[in-house]
T-cell receptor
Framework: SQQGEEDPQALSIQEGENATMNCSYKTSINNLQWYRQNSGRGLVHLILIRSNEREKHSGRLRVTLDTSKKSSSLLITASRAADTASYFCATESRMRFGAGTRLTVKP | DTEVTQTPKHLVMGMTNKKSLKCEQHMGHRAMYWYKQKAKKPPELMFVYSYEKLSINESVPSRFSPECPNSSLLNLHLHALQPEDSALYLC?????????????FGPGTRLTVL
């Protein structure tokens, strides 16, 4: 299975702090994507990183990919209460999502 | 228009009912997806349509029947469901169904089976 597995399962931080979530996967990939889901809603695409990329930025988001360790991390800097959501990584094969990290940002 | 719409938002049905979930996009995407999501779990892929043809069926029970009438519409017909089928059903679309595609998700239909 190429399913990603995120850790931690849950993360609670104060507004303004940084949040780091990790994703591990089992087989070789061409790319990995991160999505956000607000409670009970659809998922929103955040960022895609290709296997030949090591780091990618988008606004307050920074994603890294280490293909030798089969892992990726998502860093959200200067978090806001509106960042409260579940975050999923997904590998491209049949869009299998990991278990997700539930992030709570306290005002 | 970068929106995927789903109707209804909520659906309550009995185990003997027949109902349908609808999904629509007008982004010109040629791949559409159905996912099932239980509480505090990740979405699980059910079906993929690519260029209006069913390309992936993740061994979904026959009580779920997908239909893609045209490139903008995707239906999920429900019949003789079980209470354990209660979940959030998400529809998504992507430009071509390729491995680098970004998927655009609808808000989901919250289904309760009594």
């Amino acid at each position: 299975s190429q399913q990603g597995e995120e850790d931690p399962q849950a993360l609670s931080i104060q507004e303004g702090e940084n949040a780091t979530m990790n994703c591990s996967y089992k087989t070789s990939i061409n790319n990995l994507q991160w999505y956000r889901q607000n409670s009970g809603r659809g998922l929103v695409h955040l960022i895609l990183i290709r296997s030949n990329e090591r780091e990618k930025h988008s606004g307050r988001l920074r994603v890294t990919l280490d293909t030798s360790k089969k892992s990726s991390s998502l860093l959200i800097t200067a978090s806001r209460a509106a960042d409260t959501a579940s975050y999923f990584c997904a590998t491209e094969s049949r869009m299998r999502f990991g278990a997700g990290t539930r992030l709570t940002v306290k005002p | 228009d970068t929106e995927v719409t789903q109707t209804p938002k909520h659906l309550v049905m009995g185990m003997t009912n027949k109902k349908s979930l609808k999904c629509e996009q007008h982004m010109g995407h040629r791949a559409m997806y159905w996912y099932k999501q239980k509480a505090k779990k990740p979405p699980e892929l059910m079906f993929v349509y690519s260029y209006e043809k069913l390309s992936i069926n993740e061994s979904v029970p026959s009580r779920f029947s997908p239909e893609c009438p045209n490139s903008s519409l995707l239906n999920l017909h429900l019949h003789a469901l079980q209470p354990e089928d209660s979940a959030l059903y998400l529809c998504a679309s992507s430009p071509r169904g390729g491995t680098t595609d970004t998927q655009y998700f609808g808000p989901g239909t919250r289904l309760t089976v009594l």
